[in-house]
């Protein structure tokens, strides 16, 4: 593949750049899944409560590549947290997949009010015991729900799904993933396309190296470390987007880009979300 991986902390290889299907219709979402195995990308981000599992499976299915040689994500939904819950909403999203393992399972969220996530975690990590998941992890995890987490459970995860951008840098998550072996994986990683990509900054980064901004944004997740998941369902951004392994920046490019953190969400607080 064109993507290299990163090493997750259970050894697992998970690659670094993947496909991310949310807002894209089940009907919609084979032929984009398609698209972006044709173009290379071999890492499928997608959801339960993104309604789009089966026709995300069908294009993994009918890809014609050996299984193993795709990465697929999906993640529990709120109202399937708890233990029994969890080992049951596992079950339908295998089957509305059509797979018989999953590479990463996720916590959605961690709707903390609910106090369900640590044993939903440990449903998890019986998933993962009993090879049905090659890895799991969290997503949209604070600091202080992560460190709860490896206080009372024995995996620490191997991946914290959250949002991640220029305009939100989570340089807090950073460090506390850096220190406890946890991958991060930035979620709206071109802040969803609106503003950002228009900031003259990255444009004029962009224009240095003939690229587009969307890959300027990509190349500075990837340098920083982090594991992206961009969307499209148009098949020459979905090119585009999977097109940034063979151009760098330089470290003046990585501060410009860095220095446009302004910690501001697109998406809703994690301490406080609380739906389904
Ligand atoms: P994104 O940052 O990937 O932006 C996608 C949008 O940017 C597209 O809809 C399009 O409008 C635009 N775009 C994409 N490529 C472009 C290009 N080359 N040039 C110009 N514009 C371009 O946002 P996203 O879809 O929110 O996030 C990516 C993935 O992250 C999702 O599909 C999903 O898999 C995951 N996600 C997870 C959570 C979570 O709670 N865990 C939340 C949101 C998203």
């Known amino acids: 593949s064109k993507v290299p991986p990163i090493i997750l902390n259970n050894g697992v290889e998970m690659p670094q750049l993947g ?4 807002q894209v219709p089940d009907d919609e979402a084979e032929r984009a ?3 972006a ?12 409560i993104y309604g789009n ?13 050996p299984r193993q040689d795709i990465f697929v994500t999906t993640k529990l939904w709120n109202s399937d947290q708890g233990y029994d819950a969890t080992l049951r909403a596992f079950d339908t999203s295998l089957q509305k997949l059509g797979l ?5 399972y996720l916590i959605h969220w961690p709707v903390p009010a609910r106090e369900t996530y640590v044993d939903t975690y440990k449903a998890f990590e019986k998933l993962y015991s009993d090879g049905r998941v090659r ?42 993933h850096a220190e406890q072996g946890i991958a991060t994986e930035a979620w709206s990683p071109l802040g969803q396309g609106k503003g950002l990509l228009e900031v003259p900054a990255i444009v004029a980064i962009a224009q240095k190296h003939h690229r587009t901004p969307a ?17 499209s369902v148009t098949p020459s951004r979905i090119k585009e987007n999977i097109d940034v392994f063979d151009f760098s920046l330089d470290t003046e490019d990585l501060a ?17 979300f609380d739906i389904g």
């Open 135 to 176: 890895a799991i992890g969290v997503s949209n995890f604070l600091p202080g729900h992560i460190e709860r987490l490896i206080e009372e459970t024995s995996v620490v995860p191997a991946v914290n799904q959250i949002e991640l951008h220029p305009h939100l840098q989570q340089h807090a998550s950073r460090e506390l």
């Open 19 to 22: 496909f991310g299907v949310w």
């Open 33 to 35: 899944v398609s698209t």
């Open 37 to 48: 195995l044709e173009a290379g990308y071999r890492s499928i981000d997608t959801a339960a």
């Open 53 to 65: 599992e089966e026709g995300t499976g069908k294009a993994v299915n009918g890809s014609g590549l």
């Open 100 to 104: 018989d393992y999953i590479d990463l």
């Open 215 to 231: 890959q300027v944004v990509l190349r500075w997740h990837l340098q920083l470390g982090n594991v992206v998941i961009p969307k």
């Open 256 to 272: 410009a880009i860095s220095a446009l953190n302004e910690d501001r969400r697109i998406g809703p607080d994690p301490a406080a």
